[in-house]
């Protein structure tokens, strides 16, 4: 992953190029500060304070660089991300307005601007570091480790699925093991097929080198309330018998981009010292084609002992979600989230822009959306509605895995995993995309984290660090 600690450094009066922020209301007041040759030169440049614009102006024997922003005195996350990346490399501090504020928040996009994805292709086009000096050095710490989380996920998601699969994702789950003394188990093989037996099923058809597991990682006192975070790790989505075509296919490697959100959670979590017991569940699985497949038609049984019929093979993330959610609830935690690229009927509701998010509980998704809407993450609340449970009735099981109907989809798929988080527990479901179809400052085109930040801060204001 990307090193980006030193791109954030305290301000000890080292040399650095001014950055000067301004709106387009207050930019012909700016421009009166300088020079006729510096307005020309950024007139030459269209510069006029519109959004996400970069300048740079000659200032004797150097330059001075200016930025546009919505407001100079209240920065958003990405108020610096465009000025990171288009920026010569060196060594920036704020200046005028901005320096008395501080960059704040728009320390993670400065951080997020600067990644790039080169496990298979040298970036050596790319500029060299932007390093930006801060008067806010007790807020460096936190924006790093936010950033390295958003970074994680996009690293995991950008991996094609042969190097990133079951076995992939639980090393990524023993190096949070190792690196922060936790405890990790994983079941496959007998012990999966019988302990849960949806996960087994959806990955028995996928060749040995992506056999299907899930991992158990606890970590903190037993003493503190329980956490469970649980991702959904589908590393490669054919669509099972029931299969994608061509289109559908092609994204499928970041499937697994509920178990990426999930761990880099977990990461934030452990290393901040969160006063939790932490559950991290991720089955992993790759959902594939061959004689053993799971079929339409099938019933399956399931950790919690409901029986499912199979409608569809392609609403396979849903039933390996559903024994690591029984195993979760069993240990009657304080609250349990979930994160899973579920349906493409979230992507047609809200767009690539936004989690999809589920909650039992109307304190819990205010307060989810709250910290999202102060971190630039906002997630949107879809319903849980009492009155869809029936598209899931099944003639011959419990329950089935899939709606034969075209409606409230997202919802409805939500409904099912409701079926297997414990009574009365507190309960979020986010339906990601974890992609971005197109860039913008500071978010790369590629795998991207939704409700990640969000969940972050509800967290620490809800159980302290």
């Given amino acids: 992953m990307t090193d980006i600690k030193d791109l954030i450094q305290p301000d000890r009066g080292q040399d650095a190029v001014a950055i000067h922020l301004v709106n387009k209301e207050g930019y012909d007041e700016f421009a009166k500060s300088l020079s006729a040759g510096q307005r020309a030169s950024l007139t030459a440049q269209k510069f006029d304070g519109s959004g996400y614009q970069v300048g740079i102006v000659p200032d004797g024997d150097g330059y001075f660089a200016v930025g546009s922003v919505a407001d100079p005195k ?29 960059a704040g928040p728009a320390m993670f996009g400065w951080l997020t601007a600067q990644y790039r994805f080169t496990r298979y292709k040298d970036d050596d086009g790319a500029q060299g570091p932007r390093i930006l000096l801060t008067g806010q050095p007790g807020r460096i710490d936190a924006a790093v480790a936010e950033a390295e989380a958003e970074m994680l996920v996009r690293d995991l998601v950008n991996t094609p699925a042969e190097d990133m699969g079951p076995a992939a994702l639980e090393a990524e789950c023993e190096k949070l093991a190792k690196a922060y003394g936790g405890t990790l188990n994983v079941a496959k093989g007998d012990a ?14 996928a060749a040995r080198h992506h056999a299907p597991r899930i991992m158990h990682l606890t970590w903190g006192s037993e003493s503190d309330p329980v956490l469970a975070i649980v991702g959904k790790g589908v590393c490669f989505d054919s669509g099972g018998l029931d299969v994608k075509p061509t289109s559908g296919m092609r994204l499928m490697k970041k499937d697994m981009g509920g178990s990426a959100h999930a761990i880099a959670l977990a990461g934030l979590i452990m290393n901040a010292g969160l006063k939790v017991r932490l559950h991290l569940l991720v089955p992993a699985v790759e959902n594939a084609i061959a004689g053993n497949a799971f079929r339409p038609g099938d019933v399956l049984d399931s950790r919690k002992g409901l029986s499912v019929e199979i409608h569809n093979t392609d609403a396979e993330g849903r039933l390996i979600l559903g024994d690591a959610l029984t195993r979760a609830s069993e240990e009657n935690p ?36 709250d910290a999202g809407k102060a971190n630039d993450d906002e997630p949107w609340r879809l319903p849980l509605p009492e009155a869809y449970r029936e598209y899931l009735n099944s003639d011959i099981a419990d329950i089935s895995n899939a709606q034969t109907n075209p409606y409230a989809g997202a919802s409805v798929a939500g409904l099912f995993l409701d079926r297997f988080v414990g009574d009365d527990i507190d309960w979020v479901h986010f339906d990601t995309f974890a992609w971005r179809p197109y860039a913008k400052p500071g978010r790369a085109k590629g795998g991207a984290a939704y409700g990640l930040r969000a969940s972050w801060h509800m967290l620490k204001n809800r159980f302290g660090s």
């Fill in 74 to 102: 209240e920065l958003s996350s990405w108020c610096l991300a465009k000025l990171a990346e288009d920026l010569p490399e060196g060594t920036y501090r704020l200046a005028g307005e901005a320096a008395e504020t501080g």
């Fill in 192 to 205: 999966l097929e019988q302990g849960y037996p949806m996960v087994h099923a959806v990955g028995r058809a």
């Fill in 334 to 369: 304080e609250l349990i989230i979930d994160f899973a690229t579920l349906t493409g009927a979230a992507r047609v509701a809200l767009g690539p822009n936004y989690a999809a998010m589920m909650a039992r509980r109307d304190e819990t998704a205010q307060a989810l959306i």
